[in-house]
Every structure is written in structure tokens, then in C-alpha cells.
């Protein structure tokens, strides 16, 4: 690889695992307990024949938040030897990401913050703003502290996350009912660091898309657990069972952003 595009760092992305301690829980969208999802997730990076700089999750770490789920969920994580940054979900109880998996000592009623990791700028966002479910929403204070890191005068690539999606795909019923109520506002700012934005990173539709806006890619990735139909026309949730359970390798260079899909084998 040329100097000019040296490689700057690879991280994992995953979401949507819905973890839940009773096991009997079913879904009518699922074929398998989430658990197996995550067990089957977990082996795969575990068995990576590289090392990631991090996971990145990007929400619905949990689903119906059991008091004691996310001690459970912290057990699970350190069995994977690279750091793990959390997203909150619309699933989440989000005082309890930052208490139990951060290991903060107190939690904001947002969870919002950002890293640099490797000369890249990190920031996670919380989309869990007053929304009619399961849509989303970006509190305006939040909003504004994001206008200023997008606005500054910084040259160190960029990386967004959030859990859930951003910009219309095209489906009815994920554009309608799931995206970000005021994405178009959070879109604007975007913009005002798309010279140096390598990707919006992003959970909640289970499913692997892309979308490229105004320069802006959107990534999102499938769920260990169940994947959700996402064809062009569709006004209902459905359940897609020919899709694959899985997680993105990111790996960024100094001038491009590199996405391969992988698969999980789920024993269900």
C-alpha cells in the first residue's frame, strides 16, 4: 500500500443484538434465541485472523432491559480482547451502558460523547430523543455540540455513530416508521464535515444498507439475531429469512473506506 494512503485503523461494526435473559423469549421476526446470535458473534471475532483496533456496537445491546441483563452483557464483551464503544438503542437502558459497560461512575441522562482513536475522530451520538417508537430523535442540545465538532476547524478523519437510521432508503415502512424524526437536521450538519466524514455508522434496521447522500455514506449492519425485509415499496415489518445474520470489517486509509460484509453460522 502507498505511503500517501497509509492504513489509519479496522474496527468492527455490530448491532442489534437484543440480548435477553429469559430464554424462552421468542420473536415472531427471529428463528433462534438471541443468545445464540451473540454466542455465534463472539466465536467469529474471537477467531479473527487480525486484530481490530475496536468493536463498535451500535445500539439495541439489549432488548427489554432486565435489571441484570448488562452485568450479563459485560461478562460476554470481555471474552473479546480489543475495547468495545457502545451506541445507545431504543431497547437500551442507557444509565445502565454507561454504569456497567463503561464503567462510569455516573450516568447522563444522553449518551453522547466522542474519542480520537489512531488520528480518527469518533463520535457517538444518542438518538433516543422524545420520538413516537421506534423512531428517533436528536435533543437539540445534543445537536448543537455536534455543529461545533462538525463545524471546526479540524483535518482528522471522521467517523459518526448512531443507532438509528439517519436518511430515507427508499422503504416505506423504515422511512415512515423507524428513521430519525429530525435526520434531515442532523443530515445538515453532517455536511458541514463531509470533507473529512468516512461513514455514519448505524444499527436499528437490521439489515446490511448502504446509502450515499450529498457525498454522506450511511452504513448500516445485520443483526446477529434477525434480519428485517427491507424491499423498495414495503409499509410493514417484515421478516427477511433469506438474509444472513453477520457484522462489517471497517478498515479506513488515509483516502478510502473499506466495508466487507461477513456472515455468522447461528445454530438455532
Known amino acids: 500500500m502507498p505511503m500517501t494512503d497509509a492504513h489509519l485503523l479496522t474496527f468492527i461494526h455490530i448491532s442489534d443484538t437484543h440480548l435477553n435473559p429469559d430464554m424462552d423469549y421468542t420473536n415472531p421476526y427471529a428463528r433462534y434465541h438471541p443468545a445464540q446470535g451473540m454466542a455465534a458473534l463472539t466465536a467469529a471475532l474471537q477467531t479473527l485472523p487480525f486484530t481490530p483496533d475496536f468493536v463498535l456496537h451500535t445500539g439495541d445491546i439489549a432488548f427489554d432491559p432486565h435489571p441484570d441483563i448488562y ?3 459485560r461478562r460476554t464483551m470481555a471474552q473479546l480482547p480489543f475495547p468495545v464503544h457502545y451506541v445507545a438503542g431504543n431497547h437500551d437502558d442507557t444509565a445502565a451502558i454507561q454504569r456497567v459497560l463503561m464503567q462510569r461512575p455516573a450516568a447522563a441522562p444522553y449518551l453522547y460523547y466522542e474519542l480520537e482513536i489512531n488520528g480518527v475522530q469518533l463520535i457517538v451520538l444518542d ?3 422524545p420520538a413516537e417508537l421506534p423512531a428517533g430523535h436528536i435533543p437539540a442540545a445534543e445537536l448543537d455540540w455536534l455543529d ?3 463545524s471546526a476547524d479540524d483535518d482528522r478523519p471522521l467517523v459518526i455513530a448512531t443507532h438509528h437510521n439517519v436518511v430515507a432508503v427508499g422503504v416505506p415502512w423504515l ?6 424524526n429530525n435526520g434531515q437536521a442532523l443530515h445538515e450538519i453532517i455536511l458541514k464535515a463531509r470533507h473529512r466524514l468516512r461513514g455514519v455508522f448505524h444499527g436499528h434496521i437490521h439489515q446490511a444498507v448502504d446509502v450515499l447522500r450529498d457525498g454522506v455514506l450511511y452504513v448500516s449492519a445485520a443483526s446477529p439475531w434477525c434480519q428485517f425485509a427491507s424491499y423498495p415499496g414495503m409499509v410493514h415489518t417484515a421478516a427477511d429469512p433469506l438474509a444472513r445474520p453477520g457484522y462489517n470489517v471497517v478498515t479506513l486509509t488515509r483516502t ?4 466487507r460484509r461477513h456472515t455468522l453460522a447461528v445454530e438455532g
Open 175 to 180: 422511512d415512515d416508521y423507524m428513521r430519525t
Open 127 to 129: 438518538s433516543n430523543g
Open 71 to 73: 452485568d450479563d452483557i
Open 256 to 259: 478510502q473506506t473499506y466495508i
Open 148 to 150: 461545533a465538532l462538525c
